[in-house]
């Protein structure tokens, strides 16, 4: 069984850094590209970004709204990928899920139960 | 504002059929695969329908999928107060500059 588990969520002032991480199981970890996806409060989902896998070169894509600021890296020895945040605002304040995608790629298939980033003064 | 568009709600008596719409455009819907996200209140989002039209494993055939140009549809036959959802659109859209998967922004499906 497929298994997403998310950890790292809290509480920063804006400005700041968070780091979230997500432990897999269930699959073949190292040979899967990862994603997280956010949704604030009330709203809909927004794709944050991706990491692929190692013969891609761990190659990443982040939204535009988050590049420059997010990091997402991988380690397959522990099946875990990360999301580190930093220079925070108020508007990433979100659940932050993440993804194992399936369907050749081309659909989000299994997801986690998600954390939740709160940025606030 | 999302890449796809979805009407923000939609409700229908149990027992009804329903459809969902989602619009896109020939770099996102037109040229790729769409897949469709139930999603409960305070849960994670669900795989209902994939590859336009196919269901994973468990999920019953009254959901349905189907695409057409730039645009998807999702249906949803002997509603239940169960199906009480959030739904989502999504696929790639590679022509953007950065980010590559977009999400319409959701229909809330009420089922009165």
């Known amino acids: 069984e497929v298994q997403l588990v998310e950890s790292g969520g809290g509480l920063v002032q804006p400005g700041g850094s968070l780091k979230l991480s997500c432990a897999a199981s269930?699959?073949?970890?190292?040979?899967?590209?990862m994603y997280w996806v956010r949704q604030a409060s009330g709203k809909g989902l927004e794709w944050v970004g991706r990491?692929?896998?190692?013969?891609?070169?761990?190659?990443?894509a982040y939204a535009a709204s988050v590049t420059g600021r997010f990091t997402i890296s991988r380690d397959d020895s522990k099946n875990m990928t990360f999301l580190q945040m930093n220079s925070l605002k108020t508007e990433d304040t979100a659940m932050y899920f993440c993804?194992?995608?399936?369907?050749?790629?081309?659909?989000?298939?299994?997801w986690g139960q998600g954390a939740l980033g709160t940025v606030s003064s | 504002q999302s890449v796809l568009t979805q009407s923000p709600s939609v409700s229908a008596a149990p027992g009804q059929k329903v459809t969902i719409s989602c619009s896109g455009s020939?770099?996102?819907?037109?040229?790729?695969?769409v897949s469709w996200y139930q999603q409960f209140r305070g849960t994670a989002p669900k795989l209902l329908i994939y590859?336009?039209?196919k269901r994973p494993s468990g999920i019953p055939d009254r959901f349905s999928g189907s695409k057409s140009g730039t645009s998807a549809t999702l249906g949803i036959t002997g509603l239940q107060t169960g199906d009480e959802a959030d739904y989502y659109c999504?696929?790639?859209?590679?022509?953007?500059?950065?980010?590559?998967?977009?999400f319409g922004g959701g229909t809330k499906l009420t089922v009165l």
């Open positions: 020939s770099s996102n819907i037109g040229s790729n695969y």
């Open positions: 993804v194992r995608p399936g369907c050749g790629g081309d659909c989000l298939e299994y």
């Open positions: 590859d336009n039209n």
């Open positions: 269930g699959f073949t970890f190292s040979g899967s590209a």
């Open positions: 990491i692929r896998t190692k013969p891609n070169s761990y190659a990443t």
């Open positions: 999504g696929t790639w859209d590679p022509g953007l500059t950065s980010g590559n998967w977009v």
